[in-house]
């Protein structure tokens, strides 16, 4: 368990780097969850690993630049699997194998880096700030370019034997549904992560306009436009079937929902629920909660700081 420092004269501070298929987010954080300072980039997923290397790099010196006070580490998410600070074929990364973030970042800024998987960081700032504070057991998702879990037992982060635990997106919910990035056919993610969804529906969104995406959906459904309603409608179908899969594996009743697209919620959720309690157990299915993170903007940096006041 985290115990984050309060005592002003104790204060410490780390840079939080949350890696996503789309944007990185960074900030400085101090050990009471404050954030200093931030900077978001482009994460250039699409153009291989020294892409996001130096987008990474671009992160830390600006926030480390002026500024006067010590700097404790560095903590990143990373998508995939992360063991030892290496990232190990992460989703929508392309050309990208197995790559060691902590000794190359290490070797670069001579602070100490520690790394994890970008979902169990937003899980582990759940926890500690978020609805986790009640509940002792739940699964976070980050709802975005891909579909990330953090699983909570009992108050801490399960990480499965290879540290890969959590990985909601690549579970199959249509085993003959489309191919996700991850290889796996069918899978939550290809059918609700942001680009997969947005091609499968590309027909439906053009109607709406070009290039229309979940910000847009949010406000068409916001003014009661009928076709953005029943694309969210659907997005709600899919996640409440992948929800259900995990309540009824693990006797959970609560999930929490990060992530962009989780700005969404008030459009899906009710399918979503309707979903879960059509195919829940009988003992959950009267007893279930999925919430909205309360700190979704900052999960995944706040997480990844926290790594380094463990």
């Known amino acids: 368990m985290i115990k984050l420092e309060t005592d002003p004269k104790k204060i410490g501070y780390a840079i939080g780097i949350d890696l996503g298929g789309t944007y990185i987010k960074s900030a400085i954080v101090d050990s009471g969850g404050k ?13 291989g690993p ?5 987008q990474i790099e671009k992160c830390i010196q600006f ?9 404790l580490g560095i903590g990143i998410g990373a998508p995939g699997i992360v063991t030892k600070g290496v990232v190990k074929f992460p989703p929508n ?7 060691n973030l902590k000794k190359e970042f290490e070797k670069k800024f001579k602070y100490e880096v520690i790394l994890d998987n970008d979902a169990n960081c937003a899980g582990l700032a759940e926890l500690k700030f978020g609805h986790g504070k009640k509940y002792g057991n739940f699964i976070f998702l980050t709802l975005g370019t891909g579909i990330g879990g953090a699983i909570v037992t009992d108050g801490k982060l399960y990480r499965g034997e290879q540290n890969g635990a959590g990985e909601f997106g690549m579970m199959t919910i249509n085993y003959n549904g489309p191919e996700c990035l991850g290889g796996n056919r069918g899978s939550v993610e290809s059918h609700i992560g942001k680009n997969y969804f947005l091609e499968h529906e590309s027909e439906e969104l053009n109607k709406l306009g070009k290039k229309t995406d979940f910000s847009d959906l949010q406000k068409l459904a916001a003014k009661g436009n009928k076709a953005a309603l029943q694309l969210l409608k659907k997005y709600g179908f899919y996640l409440g079937i992948g929800i259900t899969n995990y309540f009824n594996l693990m006797d959970v009743r609560t999930a929490i929902l990060g992530g962009g697209i989780s700005n969404n919620y008030p459009y899906f959720i009710k399918e ?17 909660r999925v919430l909205k993170s309360k700190i979704n903007n900052n999960a995944g940096v706040l997480g990844a700081a926290a790594l380094i006041f463990e």
Request: charged share 40%.
């Open 35 to 47: 954030i200093i300072k931030q900077f978001k980039i482009e994460s250039f997923a699409e153009k």
């Open 50 to 54: 020294a892409a996001v290397s130096k």
């Open 63 to 71: 926030l480390s630049k002026g500024f006067k006070k010590n700097i």
């Open 93 to 99: 990364f392309k050309g990208w194998k197995e790559v």
């Open 272 to 288: 979503c629920r309707k979903v879960i309690k059509e195919r829940s157990l009988k003992t959950i299915k009267n007893e279930f």
